[in-house]
């Protein structure tokens, strides 16, 4: 582009300079410094220079099939030769049709209403919004509280944001307090000892059950729950949890929302997790980043056909619901996530997520040998090695130090980590083999060794 370079320091220059980053730290400002991503192939990115990094992140959460996908490219510039955008507000277009239907096809239960939005923070905050319309119509304007968990995540959007309940992410933004109430964590690492995982699921459940009681069914309208809390720390909730939290949400009519931003699209080995992993069918269920495997923005909100047939039909004439966004239904958006899923069944890759877990999972879990590593946890291709290092001194500060150590030598050593604070997550593209799998956690190792020794 004329007056601009694109040599890799004037690049970095360009993003210092200009690019407010999310969750930018803002004492950094102008000093970041950020390695630069020029291409990507495969489970692989590459810097300026040629350098070869694993995706351990596997982007964030998202890149499933893998980078560079001639097929992905082609159907994208298809698209765009076909029909670039349509106005979703007074026409219809073929792909994002095709994909609706597609979806309402392989979502649990009786999800057959498909509302596009633009992402993941999107499409939580189009769930809450449908909860407050929807007890708005019944009558019921009280009934808007939204129950969550401590360590959820749920987006960035004002109310995405107001029910995630990540308390080291210290926000100066302002949020929803008033309708949402936090439940206590639901990590089975925290219970007291000698506790079982039967009696702190039961701990878990009568948490949810108090808080219904304490604020009134008639006051509450929604719980909204990860099927692993992935950015929290990859929790995995205990046995049987999300079902009993189902079963207590219908006794109260209070609706059960599955946010499967992360767990959708074969993370777990299955196109959702709500049913096929955890045996329930959620009221809502929200999906993106595996949707398009990142190639485009795209997030979907799944709506009951039980929850529809209350609010629309000739009685509710002149009824709208408005909410949406310029981009809902995209065309090439929804073109490139019917291409997504095609290479999805083409290839089998759930079921390959099936055959290389346990592998994946054993070299998680070996890592529980280091003195620095507290904990390791996961399930699917999804993982976290938590971190402590031992002494006195602010614990804050010590994960971080923790994570930015681990960070830095996993880059040298070719491997991008993602930490939060002491806490380094994996969700590697789907199509990761065993011996890249082994590639991947054979560095991570390394660097823990080396981080391990520096700490003594």
């Not at 509302?115 to 939580?124: H, I, K, Y």
């Not at 909100?301 to 009824?319: K, N, T």
């Amino acid at each position: 582009m004329s007056g601009l370079g694109n040599t890799a320091a004037t690049i970095r220059d360009y993003d210092n300079r200009h690019y407010l980053h999310p969750w930018d730290a803002l004492w950094l400002r102008g000093e970041a410094d950020r390695t630069i991503s020029a291409r990507a192939e495969g489970i692989y990115v590459y810097d300026p220079t040629g350098k070869r990094l694993i995706d351990g992140p596997g982007g964030m959460w998202c890149s499933q099939i893998g980078y560079g996908r001639r097929e992905m490219a082609d159907a994208i510039a298809e698209q765009v030769m076909q029909l670039s955008y349509h106005s979703p507000w007074n026409t219809a277009s073929e792909p994002s049709a095709m994909l609706a239907r597609k979806l309402a096809e392989l979502a649990p239960g009786d999800l057959n209403n498909v509302f596009f939005t633009t992402g993941g923070s999107t499409a939580v905050d189009t769930a809450i919004r449908f909860v407050h319309f929807y007890n708005n119509r019944l009558g019921r304007p009280e009934k808007k509280i939204v129950l969550s968990r401590e360590k959820a995540y749920h987006g960035s959007t004002f109310l995405a944001a107001s029910v995630t309940g990540k308390e080291r992410s210290q926000s100066w933004f302002d949020m929803d307090r008033e309708r949402v109430r936090f439940l206590p964590d639901v990590n089975p690492a925290l219970r007291p000892p000698g506790m079982d995982m039967d009696s702190w699921c039961d701990s878990k459940i009568a948490d949810l059950e108090g808080a219904i009681a304490e604020l009134g069914p008639d006051r509450v309208g929604a719980f909204v729950a990860e099927p692993i809390l992935a950015s929290g720390g990859v929790i995995i909730p205990p046995p049987g949890y999300h079902r009993r939290c189902l079963e207590v949400c219908r006794a109260h009519d209070v609706l059960y929302i599955s946010d499967e931003v992360v767990t959708g699209f074969g993370r777990l080995g299955h196109w959702f997790a709500s049913d096929d992993v955890f045996d329930v069918q959620p009221d809502l269920l929200t999906c993106a980043k595996g949707l398009t495997s990142g190639y485009l923005p795209l997030g979907a909100c799944l709506i009951s056909d039980r929850l529809m047939e209350r609010i629309s039909g000739p009685e509710h004439e002149d009824v709208l619901f408005s909410n949406g966004y310029t981009y809902s239904g995209h065309p090439v958006s929804c073109a490139a996530a019917l291409a997504n899923i095609e290479i999805f069944e083409r290839e089998a890759l759930l079921e390959h997520v099936r055959a290389v877990s346990a592998h994946f999972l054993a070299r998680v879990h070996a890592l529980r040998e280091s003195p620095i590593v507290g904990d390791t946890r996961g399930v699917g291709l999804v993982g976290c090695v938590e971190g402590r290092f031992s002494g006195d001194g602010d614990r804050l500060a010590l994960d971080r130090e923790f994570g930015t150590r681990i960070d830095r030598k996993c880059e040298e050593l070719g491997l991008i980590v993602r930490p939060l604070m002491n806490m380094c997550v994996f969700s590697p593209p789907l199509i990761i083999t065993e011996a890249q799998i082994d590639e991947m956690f054979d560095i991570l190792e390394e660097a823990i060794r080396s981080v391990a020794r520096e700490h003594r």
